[in-house]
């Protein structure tokens, strides 16, 4: 076991879906609750206190690299020390593992975007350079509100292309893909007007939300006025 602030990682064997070896690799098992003193920035994200939690978050199999998300990858009751673990990677690297298995087994374009967000988080943590990870999910989230064939929250969606587009600097792309949030999405309509503000003024900084967003959106038996 690893505990870090109140995060707790556990060594576990995995069975990878592509060749059916068995690894062992960390996986989050708990983490403290969402409070008002928790970080989460505008695009929606838990800051979290080192890289190596968000990078739990995927397996990278020791026997063919196949890398996804952890939770795909069945667990096994034969103890980790009897397996191999897996390979040794710069954090933010198992996110670009990941990108690339997704490609070759033809993922669908928000996968690929939400795992270069993670990437972007993770590459920040570890205070690395993120400018790339940003691009790359633009281009992916893109693609992907661009299908007519996906069904799925796309108001939120739009939200997270608008932060994006805000970190980006491309803040035409960040109002207009901010005006298309609408009640679907159950965002706080005071949410998408701040970030609105944030665009028009040219801030593409990110942005920590306030306490009483975060504990409406985040905190149970909490009511949420979504856009009307």
Known sequence: MQVIQEFTLKQTTVVC??????FSTPVLVSMPDITQA???????????????????????????????????????????????????????????????????????????????LNGYWCAREAGEPHERWLDLSGQEMEKALKDTQWQGNRGYYHYVMG???????????????????GPQSMLPLELIERQKVLSTSGDHNPAILPVHLVELMFCPNRQLEIIK
């Open 38 to 116: 928790t970080v989460i920035e505008a695009d929606l994200h838990r800051v979290l206190p080192h890289q190596s939690l968000r990078s739990s978050l995927v397996a990278m199999c020791a026997a063919c690299n196949y890398t996804w998300w952890v939770t795909a990858f069945k667990t096994h009751l034969v103890k980790p020390q009897l397996v191999p673990a897996t390979p040794a990677s710069e954090c933010p690297k198992k996110f670009a593992h990941a990108v690339l298995t997704g490609r070759q087994n033809q993922a669908h374009c928000l996968d690929l975007a939400l795992l270069a």
């Open 163 to 181: 932060e994006i587009c805000r970190l980006v600097q491309d803040f035409k792309g960040a109002v207009a893909n901010f005006v298309k949030v």
């Open 17 to 22: 879906p592509a060749c059916n070896s068995l």
